[in-house]
């Protein structure tokens, strides 16, 4: 069974810093595709980052420059450094996994329960 829990959410003032983790396991292809998910209240969910299995990248417009995906395979671990934190990026964060690669679309198969992120100004 695929479980992919995250950590590493919390509260920080306006242009602090969080690292986001999702720990992935019972997941077959976990060098394929993942990424990084959020939802704030009464919004959609959004697509914040994503990564392939060469490394190759894409962020939302408005966190390129401050946020940074990355992953180790050896540790089955998906990492997300936000750095300038604004109150605008107040949301629960996800992260996701599938063999397809959806990039910022919220499509994806395998899904983490969540990790809270609150900035205030």
């Known amino acids: 069974q695929v479980q992919l829990v995250e950590s590493g959410g919390g509260s920080v003032q306006s242009g602090g810093s969080l690292r986001l983790s999702c720990a992935a396991s019972?997941?077959?292809?976990?060098?394929?595709?993942m990424g990084w998910f959020r939802q704030a209240p009464g919004k959609e969910r959004e697509g914040v980052a994503a990564?392939?299995?060469?490394?190759?990248?894409s962020y939302e417009d408005s966190v390129k420059g401050r946020f940074t995906i990355s992953r180790d395979n050896a540790k089955n671990t998906l990492y997300l450094q936000m750095n300038s934190l604004k109150p605008e990026d107040t949301a629960m964060y996800y992260c996701?996994?599938?063999?397809?690669?959806?990039?910022?679309?919220?499509?994806?198969?395998?899904w983490g329960q969540g990790t809270q992120v609150t900035v205030s100004s």
């Open positions: 996701a996994a599938d063999r397809v690669y959806w990039w910022l679309v919220p499509k994806c198969k395998y």
């Open positions: 019972g997941y077959t292809y976990l060098s394929d595709y």
């Open positions: 990564i392939d299995s060469d490394g190759n990248t």
